[in-house]
């Protein structure tokens, strides 16, 4: 399977634990983006990168929230201390965009999801 | 007001039905995405497009930018079909490339 893979699917965990997420994006994407879709609402962006560098952040990833591409392939996003209100699908996407930002490869393609509640 | 506004929130119709599915968007985009998205979460790409109209298999979508609105149809409608549909656009700002989503229309087809 050559899509976008996410680990785990589902993650249960306690109130103050912390949680990691990994996403592999489609081979030589070079963005990666992370997305958070809580019950009944559309996605909502979070965090995107290009290559390595992130290059922008929502004002909705608050300092319990981080995340990493290191060698500009997969990517972590770790939540720190979770509250209830993290709980939530957190979905992640890549597209594979050329330096003059043409169109047609500017599609991004999402993984499943890593659905988390938080108890 | 949400950037992207879709209508109807929820949609339920009889197998065979054409099917369609609004959206409505406030921001200047360089494109509209309309994506399916299963129980279960995971989400697929049908369309991306900036104008005019395309069609693929019994799903068809327009978009007309001088009135910020895209149209998704669906000719035949089949149970299989249920699924949540969103509209995601791509602001026009340079640089800009997270996609901003509408609610979601969630679609029962009934056999």
């Known amino acids: 399977d050559t899509g976008v893979s996410q680990d785990p699917r589902h993650k249960i965990t306690k109130r103050g634990q912390n949680v990691t997420f990994r996403c592999d994006p489609i081979s030589e994407h070079n963005r990666l983006y992370w997305y958070r879709q809580t019950l009944g609402q559309g996605p909502e962006f979070l965090t995107y990168?290009?290559?390595?560098?992130?290059?922008?952040k929502s004002r909705l990833l608050s300092d319990r929230f981080s995340a990493e591409r290191p060698k500009g392939s997969f990517s972590t996003l770790e939540i720190q201390r979770t509250e209830q209100g993290d709980s939530a699908m957190y979905l992640c996407?890549?597209?594979?965009?050329?330096?003059?930002?043409?169109?047609?490869?500017?599609?991004?393609?999402f993984g499943p999801g890593t659905r988390l509640t938080v108890l | 007001k949400n950037e992207v506004e879709q209508s109807p929130q929820n949609l339920t119709a009889q197998e065979g039905e054409f099917i369609t599915i609004n959206c409505s968007y406030s921001?200047?985009?360089?494109?509209l995405h309309w994506l399916q998205q299963h129980p279960g979460g995971g989400i697929v790409s049908l369309f991306m497009?900036?104008?005019g109209k395309k069609k693929h298999g019994r799903l068809i979508a327009t978009i007309n930018i001088q009135e910020k609105h895209s149209s998704l149809h669906i000719t035949a409608s089949h149970p299989r079909d249920s699924a949540v549909y969103i509209c995601?656009?791509?602001?026009?700002?340079?640089?800009?490339?997270?996609?901003?989503f509408g609610q979601g229309t969630r679609l029962t087809i009934n056999p």
């Open positions: 921001v200047g985009i360089s494109a």
């Open positions: 990168f290009q290559n390595e560098a992130q290059l922008e």
């Open positions: 497009l900036s104008s």
């Open positions: 995601a656009v791509r602001s026009r700002i340079q640089g800009a490339q997270k996609l901003v």
């Open positions: 996407a890549s597209s594979l965009t050329d330096r003059d930002f043409q169109f047609s490869y500017n599609e991004q393609f």
